[in-house]
């Protein structure tokens, strides 16, 4: 087409306006694009928004696990919340509750109304009680606790549970006089039994050896071993909704010489740092006599249906979940490997340690309303 001189400015200035408009198009195609979420493969994940228990939260703001989910099409947002209480929140707002076994589990189920749901326990931890090096050799000879190394050994329930309920004090124990620091009552700083998961195992396990070493199923059973609970978590005075902060003032120096954690924790520590020279005044004591936490991922609806499956088989998250201190269900062979350079600390094999049976939650739920009661009624 022939343009004349005089025109050419007007043509000059058409153009241009057209490139920037193919121009801002283009960067609002791209903008457009990004707002798709994609994975690592540049696939859009999907959103889906979930209540889990806090010693899980490292594990789901982890960025390497951010990635795999990802590339697998998830976007995952979480809160927080104790496992025992997930119940009571508006779990029509979420996609899906990860409480910290199997109990807790079976109470969201019934709230949100859900039939033939397909709960999955992807990974599970042990408790155990961490341990002042001078708490630890007090407990071994004071016949309250072995100890295999120097910083591992086991809890034995019944002598302990023994001297709970004689509210014996440190100083009351062979050898305590050598440490000024060891005084007041002997007891174990546990998390909240009506919220949290890690609290009320404990008094599962502890009810079970109260109650001749069996599951307490009825109200002669509550009410033979409530004083005992009662005394359990008197001596504690406030109560931590998480095992979170107690384990954070542990590591710092703080805190009380005996608390109760998961497994996972500690083992979480070990694996992610690779050193555990400002570890060296701690002892891991395994119960003789605990129940295992069992993670158990609840999906709400079909949004997250195929995660908990996913959580529990996907290779790269199963070691992800290990490097979180977490043992993977059949995944014995994953966590040992992981774990050798850390057998000072950790019992891998659960070697001596009795699993038992939990109470009904009803039950459970009882014997953790009388622990926390003000008084005991028979």
Known sequence: MWVSASTLPLVRRIFGIALAALLIGGVTAVILWGHGDPGTDGTATKTVRGVIGSEKADFFNDAEVVKALAAKGYTVRTETSGSWAMDKLPLEQYDFAFPSSTEPAHEIEAKAKLQGVQSTRPFYSPLVVVARGNAATVLADGKLATMTGKHTGT??????????????????????????????????????????????????????????????????????????????????????????????????????????????QVAALLLQKQDAGDLTDMAVLYPDTTVNSAHTFVPLNDKAKDLG?????????????????????????????????????????LTGIRQVNTPTVKILTTLAARAKAQGDTP
């Open 309 to 349: 499956a996913l959580l529990a088989t996907d290779p790269a998250l199963r070691e992800l979940a290990v490097k979180h201190g977490m043992r993977p269900q059949d995944g014995l062979a994953e966590f040992t490997a992981a774990t050798a350079p850390h057998t000072d600390y950790l019992n891998q094999k």
């Open 155 to 264: 809890l034995l329930m019944g002598p302990y549970l023994k001297a709970a309920g004689e509210d014996r004090t440190w100083q009351q124990l062979p050898g305590a006089q050598e440490y000024a620091e060891l005084t007041g009552t002997v007891f174990i700083r546990t998390t909240d039994p009506t919220t949290s998961n890690s609290g009320a195992l404990y008094l599962a396990a502890a009810s079970h050896v109260a109650n001749n070493g069996t599951v307490v199923s009825d109200d002669a059973g509550i009410s033979r071993t409530a004083p005992l609970l009662r005394k359990l978590i008197a001596v504690q005075g406030a109560l931590a909704q998480s095992t979170d902060d107690p384990f954070r003032a542990f590591i710092s120096g703080a805190g009380d010489p005996l608390i109760l954690v998961y497994e996972s």
